[in-house]
């Protein structure tokens, strides 16, 4: 089998760079990279991470989500607009208070996480339907699945995507092309760095001293010890993005974070959504030493995976 072409879009950081160049060093040569970024000026970390396979399984080219010129250009230059797999890896978080985030920036969120996939996907799709073959892969969140408290829009956002995916995916699979929602719990990369240094300048002035307490002294700290705790790493992700993208039947949704399952499950669980709602709210205003305990458990049991 020759190699399947993969266009990345997000690539000058976090998950987006690692599945590149873990898609380049795949084993068997299996792949041919197309990493892309928005700003071009940013290539020098994935160039270094890329190393020795630049230019051979691994090219760099420009693409900005949020441009139908750019993407046109971009999937023009490869040769008979052949994407075999469309990684679809750019984003944008929030997080805050509602009444503290203007519109045009929530309007910017959506422009890049939501209608940036669908931009790329109607671009791709034609060419895929008729080849009768491709595989999309949207890097959703957990997020997509149960809403997260101060992350209203980031959520709305992911939600939006979830629901695009599985429509668009029995359609999809009538013409052999597959289709699957990565859903990563947190992840330590530069997404996560910048959301907390905006979120300690946020201008609280706009709300409450209620919420404006609750999100600096409860949510802040509380979320930056899940971080510590749960969050894994930009190659864990990728690791699993090439699991995905190498089985023989990709499933439509893969979470990467085992510790992170027992909370999109209680969802499932519940249809009147009582059992999310009353286990996240008890979570955070009324047990917290519960939720440290808990968090120290799980803690543990990350540095024992870790040392065996
Ligand atoms: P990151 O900030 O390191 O990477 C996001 C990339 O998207 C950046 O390279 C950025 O330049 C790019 N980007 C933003 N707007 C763009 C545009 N208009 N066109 C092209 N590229 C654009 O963050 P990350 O954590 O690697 O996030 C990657 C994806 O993973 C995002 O979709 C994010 O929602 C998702 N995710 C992240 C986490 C986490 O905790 N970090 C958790 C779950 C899901």
């Known amino acids: 089998m020759g190699s399947r072409r993969v266009l990345v879009t997000g690539c000058s950081s976090g998950i987006g760079l690692a599945v590149a160049v873990r898609l380049a060093k ?24 890329a190393g020795d396979l630049l ?30 797999v469309l990684v679809n890896n750019a984003g944008i978080g929030m997080i805050g208070p509602l009444e503290c985030q203007s519109i045009t920036s929530m309007k910017e969120l959506f422009e890049v996480n939501f209608f940036g996939l ?27 699945i149960q809403g997260l408290l101060f992350n209203d829009i980031y959520s709305a956002s992911k939600f939006a995507v979830e ?16 289709t699957t929602l990565v859903e990563p719990g947190p992840v330590m990369t530069e997404f996560e760095r910048k959301l907390y240094e905006d ?17 600096r002294d409860i949510y802040l700290p509380y979320s930056r010890k899940v ?28 979470q990467t974070n085992r510790l992170y399952m027992p909370m999109t499950a209680l969802k499932h669980a519940d249809p009147t959504g009582r059992l999310p709602l009353e286990a996240f709210y008890k979570m955070i205003f009324k047990h917290d030493a519960v939720f440290n305990a808990t968090l120290g458990i799980l803690r543990m049991m990350n540095w024992r995976k870790g040392n065996k």
């Open 163 to 178: 629901g695009f995916c599985e429509s668009l995916a029995v359609q999809a699979m009538k013409f052999n092309i597959k």
């Open 199 to 215: 979120a300690e300048k946020t201008d609280l002035s706009e709300t409450d001293e209620e919420t404006a307490r609750i999100f």
């Open 118 to 144: 669908v931009r790329l996907v109607k671009e791709v799709l034609p060419d895929m339907k008729q080849r009768q073959s491709g595989h999309i892969v949207v890097m959703s969140s957990v997020m997509g």
């Open 26 to 49: 795949d084993e068997t040569k299996r792949f041919k990279v197309v990493a892309t970024m928005r700003d071009l000026e940013k290539r020098g970390p994935l160039e270094k991470a």
């Open 55 to 84: 230019n051979k399984t691994l090219v760099i080219q420009k693409l900005d989500a949020c441009c139908e010129e750019s993407i046109k250009e971009c999937i023009n230059s490869i040769p008979n607009r052949q994407v075999d």
């Open 227 to 254: 971080f510590t705790t749960l969050g894994q790493t930009p190659e864990d992700v990728a690791e699993q993005t090439h699991k995905v993208i190498t089985a023989k039947e990709p499933p439509l949704r893969h």
